[in-house]
C-alpha cells in the first residue's frame, strides 16, 4: 500500500487589494500551493499579485456564499496529499476563511482530514489600510463588527452596537451594505446616534489599495446609508476621535482623522456624560 503524503491546507489573505499589502510569507507560502480554492474575486487578485508565480495552480472558484462547502472541498483535496491555499481578503481571521475552517473540523470531522496539516497566515485586515490612509482612528480602545445579518440575527447586531456605543469604542463596521441590505447603516446611525455627537468623525473608505480608492471623511450627522456598499468600510469615532488638518492635501483629500492615546481626565466619556 503506497501511503498518500500528508496535505497541507494554508489559510491566507492577499491584504486589502494593494501588492505591497500582502506579506511575504503568504507569498512564499502560496508558491507552494498545488491549488488555490476561494472566492474568484480573491483568488484572481491573488493571482494578479503573484504573477508568474501563480502560474500552474489549479484554481477552483466559487461564489462567495458558499464557504463552509468550500471548506470542506479544501479539506478533502488537502487529504488526497495536495497543498491548497485557502484564500480571504484582508486578513483570513477577521470575516474570512479561518473561523469557517475551525468551523467545519470542529463540528463535522472526517477521519481523512486528520493528517491534514492547516496553517493560518496573517494578513494586513482591511481596517488597517483604511485607518492608515485617514491618519490614525484606532488610536485608542477599538471594536470591530459586521453589519451583515447574513451569518448573525440582526438583534445580536443591534445588542453590539448599542453596546459598544455606549461604552465609547471607535466602532469599525465590515459589510456595512450590499445590493441585497441597505437599510443597516441607517439604523447603525440611528442607535449611534442616542450615544455619541452629531458632529462624531466618521471615515468611508472604499476599494482602499484598489483600483478606484476613496477615502472620505464626513461626521455622524451626515453619514448617508447610500455612501457605503459592499466594498466599503465604516470607521466610526469615540467621543475622543478627532480631526486634524493636513498641510498638503490633495484634491479631494479631508483631514487626519485620530483618536489619541492619552486619555484626558476632565474629558468624560459618553457613558459618563448620558
Ligand atoms: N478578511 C477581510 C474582511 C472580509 S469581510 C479583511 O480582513 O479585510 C468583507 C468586507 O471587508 C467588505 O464588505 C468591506 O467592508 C471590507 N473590505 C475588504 N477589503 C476592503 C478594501 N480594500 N477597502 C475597503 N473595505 C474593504
Redesign the pocket.
Known amino acids: 500500500m503506497t501511503a498518500v503524503p500528508r496535505g497541507r491546507l494554508i489559510v491566507v ?1 492577499t491584504g ?2 494593494a501588492p505591497e499589502w500582502m506579506s511575504p510569507e503568504v507569498t512564499a507560502l502560496v508558491a507552494e500551493a498545488t491549488d488555490l480554492v476561494g472566492y474568484m474575486t480573491y483568488v484572481d487578485l491573488l493571482c494578479d499579485i503573484l504573477g508568474p508565480a501563480a502560474a500552474g495552480k489549479t484554481r477552483h472558484t466559487s461564489d462567495n456564499r458558499e464557504e463552509l462547502d468550500r471548506v470542506r472541498f479544501a479539506l478533502d483535496l488537502a487529504a488526497q496529499g495536495r497543498t491548497v491555499a485557502l484564500v ?9 476563511m479561518a473561523a469557517a475552517v475551525f468551523e467545519i473540523l470542529d463540528r463535522d470531522p472526517q477521519p481523512a482530514w486528520r493528517d491534514v496539516d492547516v496553517t493560518i497566515a496573517p ?5 488597517f ?2 485607518a492608515a490612509r485617514a491618519g490614525a482612528p484606532l488610536g485608542h480602545d477599538f471594536c470591530v463588527i ?1 453589519l ?1 445579518d447574513n451569518l448573525k440575527p440582526w438583534e445580536v447586531v443591534e445588542a453590539r452596537i448599542a453596546a459598544a456605543a455606549r461604552a465609547d469604542f471607535v466602532i469599525v ?4 451594505a ?1 445590493t441585497q441590505r441597505q437599510w443597516q447603516v441607517d439604523r447603525a446611525k440611528a442607535l449611534l446616534l442616542e450615544h455619541r455627537a452629531p458632529s462624531t468623525p466618521v471615515v468611508l ?6 483600483d478606484g ?1 476613496g477615502v472620505r471623511v464626513t461626521t455622524l450627522e451626515a453619514l448617508n446609508a447610500a455612501d457605503a ?6 470607521i466610526v469615532g469615540s467621543s475622543q476621535t478627532r480631526t486634524v488638518l493636513r498641510a498638503h492635501s490633495r484634491a479631494g483629500e479631508g483631514p487626519w482623522v485620530y483618536t489619541p492615546r492619552h486619555y484626558p481626565e476632565d474629558r468624560a466619556t459618553g457613558e459618563a456624560r448620558s
Do not use: H, K, Q, W
Not at 480571504?88 to 474570512?96: E, L, M, N, R, T
Not at 456598499?229 to 465604516?234: E, F, G, I, N, Q
Open positions: 489573505g486589502p487589494g480571504s481578503s484582508g486578513d483570513p481571521g477577521v470575516f474570512g494578513g494586513i485586515s482591511a481596517m489600510a483604511a459586521s451583515s463596521f465590515y459589510n456595512p450590499s473608505a472604499r476599494n482602499v489599495g484598489r480608492e456598499d459592499m466594498r466599503t468600510l465604516v
